[in-house]
């Protein structure tokens, strides 16, 4: 089993790469994704939610109003740990299972956003960073996300500059063209982790 680190800043087209590597092939294993998942209606980790910040965090439908958590826990550090404490043994179990259902030959690729921050270059076998100019994801975030450029700005500065995330790079892709160019590096890098994979 190959393990890949995918991360990239903001508005760098990582779930774009995340997306390709998926359909070539690879198991795609999104931390954010998984701690959406673990607190949804029914879940255990709903339910430790609401029994440590009570019901006020819940929207009319029983989902996790997340604005209404956020506004909690970023005031208080305490509240936070708290919630990590309920969320992140929830992720890592499932991650866990997640990796052992892959096959032995499989590549592994988890989605981390905060992987240069956290330090967590080491867990990988390989780091891929998926790189695009500032100016360009600001335009992105405006463009897609509906950003205005001073929180764009705000995000980019709040993460890894793109000094230090390139530093942790085994492997760099380029996005700063069009979705095009972008297959093609996908597929290059992925014939490379296939190769090395088959290696072992």
């Known amino acids: ?95 866990a299972a997640l990796q052992a259902e892959a096959p032995d030959d499989a590549v592994v690729v988890y989605d981390v956003p905060l992987l240069a921050e956290n330090k967590l270059a080491p867990m990988y076998d390989v780091v891929i960073v998926v790189d695009a100019a500032d100016e360009v994801r600001i335009r992105r975030l405006a463009e897609f996300r509906g950003m205005a450029e001073a929180d764009a700005k705000a995000r980019i500065a709040a993460q890894a500059s793109r000094e230090d995330r390139l530093a942790v790079a085994d492997v760099v892709i380029p996005n700063e063209g069009t979705l095009e160019e972008l297959d093609g590096r996908v597929r290059d890098v992925w014939d490379q982790l296939r190769r090395r994979a088959a290696r072992g």
């Open 1 to 95: 089993m190959l393990k890949i680190g995918l991360t990239g800043g903001i508005g760098s087209g990582k779930s774009e790469v995340s997306k390709r590597l998926a359909a070539h092939g690879a198991v795609v294993i999104d931390a954010d994704k998984i701690a959406r998942e673990v607190v949804e209606p029914g879940t255990v980790g709903l339910a430790r939610v609401v029994a440590v910040f009570g019901d006020e965090v819940l929207r009319p439908d029983g989902t996790l109003d997340r604005e209404k958590l956020g506004s909690i826990v970023f005031a208080d550090s305490e509240k936070l740990a708290a919630l990590n404490g309920i969320v992140h043994p929830l992720v890592g179990e499932r991650v």
